[in-house]
């Protein structure tokens, strides 16, 4: 059981911080989504293989547990969840497509090969899991025991929540062990592809010197922007000619639609505000003449306080930074508020009890005693404690209890902001009154627990206290005055082309978003819009939507409209014309410019001419960039152009992306590395590689015909 005990060397607070994050993950809102009776539902294909929401939600299951047990998260945000579903897909895809190819040429993973990466320990994956040394390295024979016991284990002797937490943590392990065999199959196969690849010595000198190599460069610039779009014509040729050139940069890998939207923030309004404060001071009164008996924690619930009451005190760097300010005009048991503060738009009012004296963090070691009997756990406990008070060591006995007993580090800010009442206050105010050295014997409702302060940091002033702390929220009357208004509109505008005309006239905003795709979750960046976006991707070119209901508080009504569908493939010349227009605008512009600079062989010579911008650039080089002044932008042909120039040579009009330019070198020398052939080899080997993988899996992933349509459903 030495896992779980590890687990459970945390201390119960994190049992039951575990514990619940695991129910609520078990129970979480995309599982509800998944209906037995709905029959088979699916979120895409790959390769022509259907994939169906239940195989997604396993897998997402069984990463965000990863994700929780890597990061120490209980909670993620909507944008961390999107971050793991695209995560999750992304695993999905590059896995059925390697699996394909790599079974059409007979290779595969052994058993022994992933038993030998497992015993090995260095695989990255390996490394953020539970199963780590005291040194924080991965430990093949903890793992081990862990599955041993597992296996073994006799349900009937388990509490429901150490069986959670087991099947937990065992899937977690089977989840790290597939992805092992996944990314070692994808590296052979991409080491089987790259194997050709053998740097030549002409190649790794070349690389080391377009790397090292850095120039000061004199130039003399003119912007694009100097010469009005107006004074330069266009036509249907020169944009063909462009299309044709750039056509593949043109490529639409996915569906993908134009669309225009109105957002209508919802704001409280002045009524909600005077009625929050009015009921604020009731609640003022309610808390001060609260006797000192009074259940904190339900008060501050019925007051709806986005502040929690604990037990357990608080320092000011886990309080309010507006609460924190005013401590000082409080004594003890003292009363401040309402107050409004703008930086959260909240009014607030609070109630100081008194303070004591706390750590910042405490080291301490731990045995719990759970036998269910009380006086068996007392007589227990209490043996315990005699023996470390004279001398015992701790982590000895522990081990007598199939537990580590080894120190653990427990900040503040890591129980401060949370509502701790019970045997969790209990313990927690216990250790905070401790000495370092000191060794206590607690009793909780379940069992004893045995401390020992091994170590403790800074102690501080904290502060024993209730909060109440509203944020002004608009009303039901204020949210169906802003939902009549746009639904008004809305009738008298059904077409995208009344939206265009009237909107403005309206007070509404309408929004241009070209090439949105479905897996941006978000539309405008406005959280829940969910509805919104499968409406999108169902409807037609030139519809209009209802109103929906989006933000994170529903506190944003929205309209949108489908402009164009983009279907997969090359972009029609007409939809690119807008973004060619420049690229020829711009050719042409340096056409014209180009005469500015006849006739001169320096610099020098171009300081007099109209419209010139002279520069000087440090440490130019191949790789980078150089940032010109004139055009506020980077160009990167700058180090090409002049790395094969002698000294006080200038260039001839170049062609930038911002701008015309000339450039003379003026100094040249190498940062201060030397040429190792040997590694420089292997880092071009390590770039092409890259590159080699990224572009087999593009294409790869072309070839699949990869249908993500996620947004239904997740």
């Known amino acids: 059981m030495a896992t779980l005990q590890k687990i459970r060397s945390k201390g119960p607070l994190l049992l039951i911080v575990i514990g619940i994050a695991l129910l609520a993950f078990i129970l979480g809102d995309a599982w509800r989504l998944i209906r037995p009776n709905q029959g088979v539902q699916y979120i895409g294909s790959i390769d022509g293989k259907k994939i ?45 497509i390697i699996e394909k190819e790599t079974e059409a040429i007979g290779l595969k993973v052994t058993d022994a090969e992933i038993r030998e990466i497992i015993a090995q320990g260095t695989d990255p994956i390996l490394q953020n ?25 006799d349900q009937s002797m388990m509490s429901a929540q150490d069986m959670r937490q087991y099947d937990a943590l065992y899937r977690y392990w089977l989840y790290i062990e597939d992805n092992i065999k ?20 002409v190649a790794a000198k070349n690389s080391y010197e377009t790397r090292v190599k850095r120039n000061d460069v004199l130039m003399a610039s003119i912007p694009y922007s100097s010469v009005a779009d107006s004074t330069v014509k266009v036509t249907a040729a020169d944009i063909k000619k462009a299309y044709m050139e750039n056509k593949e940069l043109l490529f639409n890998y996915t569906e993908n ?18 009625a929050l404060l009015a009921e604020m001071q009731e609640l003022t009164v309610q808390l001060e003449e609260a006797p000192d008996d009074t259940d904190f924690a339900s008060l501050l619930r019925r007051a709806e306080s986005e502040i929690t009451y604990s037990d357990v005190p608080r320092s000011a760097a886990t309080l309010p930074e507006d609460v924190v300010e005013r401590l000082d005009s409080v004594g003890s048991n003292g009363m401040f508020g309402p107050y409004y503060n703008p930086f959260d738009d909240s009014y607030n009012s609070f109630r100081l009890f008194g303070t004591s ?36 060591s701790f982590q000895e006995l522990a081990a007598r209890y199939m537990q580590s007993g080894q120190p653990e580090w427990l900040p503040a800010e890591a129980y401060e902001p949370a509502s701790i009442t019970g045997d969790n206050a209990l313990y927690l105010n216990r250790l905070n009154s401790m000495k370092k050295g000191e060794i206590a014997n607690v009793r909780l409702t379940g069992g004893n627990l045995v401390f020992k302060v091994d170590d403790v940091r800074n102690s501080v002033k ?75 991707f169902e409807a037609g070119e030139g519809e209009v939507s209802r109103i929906f209901e989006a933000g994170s508080a529903n506190d944003h009504l929205m309209v949108v409209a489908v402009d164009k569908i983009n279907p997969q493939g090359y972009r029609p010349i007409e939809d690119a014309a807008s973004a060619l227009n420049r690229k020829v605008l711009n050719e042409k512009k340096f056409e014209t410019l180009k005469s500015r600079f006849d006739g001169a062989a320096s610099i020098d010579e171009l300081a007099n001419v109209q419209g010139i911008n002279i520069d000087t650039i440090l440490y130019a080089n191949f790789n980078n960039p150089a ?26 009009p170049m062609k930038g992306e911002y701008c015309i330019y000339v450039a003379q070198k003026l100094t040249e020398d190498n940062y201060p590395t030397e040429y190792d052939d040997e590694a420089e080899r292997a880092r071009i080997l390590s770039i092409d590689s890259r590159q080699i993988a990224n572009s087999l899996l593009q294409e790869l992933y072309f070839q699949a015909n990869i249908e993500d349509t996620r947004y239904k459903i997740f």
């Not at 996944?182 to 010595?201: D, E």
């Open 182 to 201: 996944s990314n070692l199959l994808y590296s052979k196969y991409i080491s089987l592809v790259t194997a050709g690849l053998v740097p030549n010595p």
């Open 627 to 652: 940032y010109l002044s004139s055009s506020v932008n980077n160009e990167a042909t700058v180090g090409p152009a002049i790395s094969i120039l002698e000294k006080d040579v200038m260039t001839k």
């Open 462 to 536: 904290k502060y024993d206290m209730a909060i109440i702390k509203r944020q002004i929220q608009f009303s039901d009357e204020t949210s169906n005055k802003a939902y009549n208004e746009l639904s008004m509109f809305v009738a008298s505008n059904t077409t995208l082309d009344d939206l265009k005309k009237n909107a403005e006239d309206s007070d509404y905003q309408l929004l241009y978003y070209p090439g949105f795709e479905s897996y941006m979750y978000n539309v405008g960046d406005v959280p829940r819009t969910h509805e919104a976006l499968r409406w999108l």
């Open 257 to 274: 639609r134009d669309i225009y939207y109105i957002d209508v923030p919802i704001y409280p309004s002045t009524a909600d505000s005077e």
């Open 52 to 96: 169906s929401a239940m195989d997604f939600q396993n897998e997402l299951e069984s990463y965000s547990e990863v994700v929780r047990f890597s990061t120490g998260l209980q909670d993620f945000t909507e944008e961390q969840n999107n971050q793991i579903k695209d995560e999750v897909w992304s695993v999905m895809v590059r896995r059925t």
């Open 129 to 153: 899991t539970p199963f780590n040394d005291e040194e924080g390295r991965f430990d093949v024979d903890y793992l081990m025991t862990f599955l041993a016991v597992y296996n073994d284990l």
């Open 357 to 392: 004296m706390g750590y910042d963090s405490i080291q301490f070691s731990v045995i719990q005693v759970a036998t269910g009997n009380q006086e068996e756990d007392i007589r227990i406990s209490d043996s315990i404690t005699a023996a470390a008070k004279r001398g015992a």
